[in-house]
Nanobody, 122 residues
């Protein structure tokens, strides 16, 4: 359920960068796989990127590798999504997700954020 707090969304020009924040409430995020999903208008929610708790495996959706990175800050119980070279197709509502199990880019996570809007447009 809703256990994560997201922030950082907004309007960005194509080619720009944006960093989204995901802060966990109660749960210890270092012990969880962390993932980011997005949902474009009229589209299904899709997994964008996920990192296992030991960071021994990273999952990428098509077209995001080399542009998107998950950065952990264990002291703040947080994880950030750094997005560079943004394109219009990156537009959507972005959700942070966490789970003790490794679900990769499948939407089977137990804990979610409320979502934050990212719009890439000139």
């Amino acid at each position: 359920q809703l256990r994560l707090v997201e922030s950082g969304g907004g309007l960005v020009q194509p080619g720009g960068s944006l960093r989204l924040s995901c802060v966990a409430e109660i749960l210890d995020l270092p012990d969880y796989t962390v993932a980011w999903f997005r949902q474009a208008p009229g589209k299904e929610r899709e997994g964008v990127i996920a990192v296992t708790r030991d960071e021994d495996r990273t999952y990428y959706a098509d077209g995001v590798k080399g542009r998107f990175t998950i950065i952990r800050d264990n002291a703040k119980n947080a994880a950030y999504l750094q997005m560079n070279s943004l394109k219009s197709e990156d537009t959507g509502i972005y959700y942070c997700a966490a789970d003790q199990l490794d679900f990769g880019l499948s939407a089977e996570y137990d804990y979610w954020g409320q979502g934050t809007q990212v719009t890439v447009s000139s």
